[in-house]
Structures are given as structure tokens and as C-alpha cells.
């Protein structure tokens, strides 16, 4: 769900509760109604009256106790506690309203009444008038305590069905950026250079070349296997971008030298699959490769109070734009974090400095 549809869904979460709030108190009323109308012969001006302040006010009351629950966040609480919140709360709003209750002719429909005490008086038993006081304390916290558990099913329900639209989207959005992820994975041009410095190698290092064709075939079913997978350990990305790196320095050879700095602890650590060689990817073709000199291509990783921090750093001309780093490939790199780990994770280029870029990815794990 975007922004855009959050305040009509509101609204209508507002209109669906509004609803439910009148038709429950309205039913309850009409059948307190009919009861002391048509079975004990009540006035029905009276009692209308009777039940409209009473219902208004159990009405009132418990859209206070919607506002009381979701403050205090009861939906979180474990089944235990919840429990013992929902009895302990329908007795507090059930008690006085069960004490002005048993001052209206509405008390007749619960009180032991004339036959209880007639056959109390044979017995020479006194039955006092706090009997009919907590028989209606009990009637009005049990009406609490069902609105409760009505109001709780709606909220799980509502959740669940929630948390189901948001699971189909997300795999659709997934669907979708992996389309776009299989495009800009492999950049065309990284492909053609491989393969013309696979061609040159053949006749004058036969081996070497032979090493680039595995490298290259490495490279290759990395990025059409990751289809598959959303997420691999960072040891595992760092290996094809080895593999990447190893055929790039065969076609810049002094011009790119590489520098790793990886803690032990972050190997294990899951990323999105080719999200690394990206980063890495795009230093080289929008740093390295224009500079005459090349320069020290330096990748770094730790593991920091359960957060994975990489950073990848270049060169670059110092004349370059501020923005020319900043292509399709981080883009979707970006969104794919995004869709995998939320606000748990960010990607971010830093172009501070006039002659160097500094990809910084952090992914937050989870506890």
C-alpha cells in the first residue's frame, strides 16, 4: 500500500468501526428493549429512554477503551496478558455501569426479583440489595469483555489479511525488479572487453586464457543462476566478484590493483545476490576505467553490533559529475534492498571528496 492510499484506507477502517460501533449497541438495545417491554410490561418511553442513555454511554466508553488499547499497544501483548488486560478492563468500565443500571427499571430484566425473595423470606433468608448490584456489574463487564474479544478477532483478522496483500506484493515487486536486475547485471560492454581479452590471450598465453574462459564461465552462471536466489552469504558474492575482478585486471593489468579488507564474522552474513559485484562493477566503469593510471579498487566489510557495513572505494576523474556514478545499476540495486530488508538496510555513494567515491552499504540484522 503507497502513501496515497493509506488515508483513504483509514477512512474507511473508520466508517467500517462507526458501523459496527451503532449496529452492536443499537441490537443491544432493541433486544434489551423488547425483553422489558414485551416479557415484564415495562413503559417502552421509559425504557427507550433508559437504554439510550445507557447504550450512549457503553458506547462512549468503549470507543475510550479502543483509544486506552491502542495506546498502550495491547495488540502486541502475548495471549496471557492480554487476557487478564481484557477481564480486568471489562470490569472496570462494566462496574459503574452496572451500579447506575440497577437505579433504572432495566434492573428488573437481572434482578433476583419478587419470586427469589419470596422463596428467600419462607426460608427466613434476607437477600440484600448488593445481589442485584453485582449481578448487573458482572452482565455489563461481560458486555465489555465480549466487545473486546469482538474488537481483537477484527484486529487479527485485519492483520492477516494485511500482512497477505503485502506478502503478494512483495512478490510481485521482487517478480519485477529481478527482470530489471538480470538486464543491468552483467554490463554488455564488461562482456565484449572479456571476450576480446580472452581472444588476444589465445595465442600469446594459452593458459591464461584458458583461465579467463573458467572465470568468465564462473561470472556467467553466477548471474543467470541468481533467478533462483534473492539472497547469498558474502563470502559467496565476494568469490564471483573475485572472478570479475581477476578478468577485469587482465584488460586494465597495472591500471587496476585491488585491496580487501574483510572481517571474518561478516562472510556469513546474507546480502542480495550481485548486489556487491554492481557496487563494484560501477566503480570500475564510471572510476578506474577513465582514469589513464587506473587506480586501488579497495573493498572492506565488518560486522558492527549486528550490522554489516561494506564499503567500496575508487578513484575517479575529479571532474566527473556528482551525479554520473549514480546509474541504473545502484537504482535497482537500492530498490532491491529495499524490498528484501525495508529500513533495515541502505545504500549510499559518497562523492565528497573531488578524486574518490565510497559506496557504503549497511544491512541491519535481524535480532
Request: charged share 20%; hydrophobic share 45%; no cysteine.
Amino acid at each position: 500500500m503507497n502513501d496515497s492510499q493509506q488515508p483513504i484506507a483509514q477512512a474507511k477502517s473508520n466508517r467500517l468501526y462507526w458501523s459496527f460501533q451503532v449496529a452492536g449497541w443499537g441490537l443491544f438495545a432493541l433486544a434489551r428493549l423488547s425483553g422489558a417491554v414485551t416479557i415484564l410490561g415495562l413503559p417502552w418511553l421509559r425504557i427507550t429512554l433508559e437504554l439510550l442513555l445507557l447504550n450512549g454511554a457503553g458506547l462512549g466508553l468503549s470507543h475510550w477503551l479502543r483509544y486506552f488499547i491502542r495506546r498502550e499497544r495491547w495488540s502486541a501483548l502475548n495471549a496471557r496478558k492480554l487476557t487478564l488486560r481484557i477481564i480486568a478492563a471489562g470490569f472496570v468500565l462494566g462496574t459503574p455501569l452496572g451500579i447506575v443500571t440497577q437505579f433504572t427499571d432495566l434492573s428488573a430484566l437481572h434482578d433476583p426479583g419478587p419470586l427469589l425473595q419470596q422463596h428467600a423470606a419462607a426460608l427466613g433468608i434476607h437477600i440484600p440489595s448488593a445481589i442485584g448490584i453485582a449481578i448487573e456489574i458482572v452482565n455489563s463487564a461481560f458486555v465489555f469483555v465480549l466487545w473486546q474479544v469482538i474488537y481483537f478477532t477484527a484486529i487479527r483478522m485485519r492483520e492477516h489479511r494485511s500482512a497477505q496483500l503485502k506478502q503478494s506484493e512483495l512478490a510481485r515487486a521482487l517478480q519485477s525488479a529481478e527482470l530489471r536486475l538480470l538486464k543491468s547485471q552483467l554490463n554488455p560492454h564488461f562482456l565484449f572487453n572479456a571476450l576480446n581479452t580472452v581472444r588476444s590471450l589465445i595465442a600469446d598465453d594459452p593458459s591464461r586464457a584458458q583461465s579467463a574462459v573458467t572465470r568468465l564461465s564462473n561470472t556467467l552462471r553466477y548471474t543467470l543462476s541468481s533467478r533462483q536466489d534473492e539472497l547469498v552469504t558474502l563470502s559467496q558474492e565476494l568469490e564471483i566478484v573475485a572472478d570479475y575482478l581477476e578478468l577485469e585486471s587482465m584488460r586494465f593489468e597495472d591500471r587496476l590493483r585491488v585491496e580487501n579488507d574483510i572481517a571474518s564474522d561478516a562472510g556469513s552474513v546474507q546480502i542480495p545476490v550481485m548486489l556487491l559485484q554492481t557496487i563494484v562493477e560501477n566503480a570500475i566503469k564510471h572510476g578506474i576505467a577513465n582514469l589513464p593510471s587506473g587506480g586501488l579498487l579497495r573493498i572492506s566489510a565488518a560486522l558492527e553490533d549486528g550490522t554489516l557495513f561494506v564499503e567500496v572505494q575508487n578513484p575517479r576523474p575529479s571532474t566527473s559529475s556528482t551525479t554520473a556514478h549514480d546509474g541504473v545499476g545502484l537504482r535497482n540495486a537500492r530498490e532491491r534492498l529495499k524490498l528484501l530488508f525495508g529500513n533495515r538496510a541502505r545504500l549510499d555513494l559518497d562523492l565528497s571528496k573531488p578524486a574518490v567515491a565510497t559506496a557504503r552499504l549497511r544491512i541491519l540484522q535481524q535480532g
